[in-house]
Nanobody
Framework: QVQLVESGGGSVQAGGSLRLSCAASGRSFGAWGTGWFRQAPGQEREFVAASTWSFGNIGYAESVKGRFTISRDGAKDTVYLQMNSLKPEDTAVYYC??????????????????WGQGTQVTVSS
């Protein structure tokens, strides 16, 4: 099973940027898809972005489309989430995930088998 280690969270003002990283250890991502989810206090975990790298499918939640970008460095076995034009409503704990998902299931958290520990993102107005 792949272990995921996240980094890059922090506090920024509205309009600022952050880049989250998710490094694989134990084994490579291989052909697995990777996704980012977030959970704000008192709310359910929600989908943010995902990709099935082997098949070129990328998806974003409507709330982040045009502001966030998911990418991957295969040589480093690391997935990134570049977050620009951050808003206070983006405040949440962000989790990366990996698993044998496809273009239909990459939006669904239950289909991911490995999860990172979560990293806090706080956006102030």
């Amino acid at each position: 099973q792949v272990q995921l280690v996240e980094s890059g969270g922090g506090s920024v003002q509205a309009g600022g940027s952050l880049r989250l990283s998710c490094a694989a250890s134990g084994r490579s991502f291989g052909a697995w898809g990777t996704g980012w989810f977030r959970q704000a206090p008192g709310q359910e975990r929600e989908f943010v972005a995902a990709s099935t790298w082997s098949f070129g499918n990328i998806g974003y939640a409507e709330s982040v489309k045009g502001r966030f970008t998911i990418s991957r460095d295969g040589a480093k076995d690391t997935v990134y989430l570049q977050m620009n034009s951050l808003k206070p409503e983006d405040t949440a704990v962000y989790y990366c995930a990996a698993g044998p998902v496809n273009r239909a299931t990459m939006f669904v958290s239950d289909d991911y088998t490995s999860w990172g520990q979560g990293t806090q993102v706080t956006v102030s107005s």
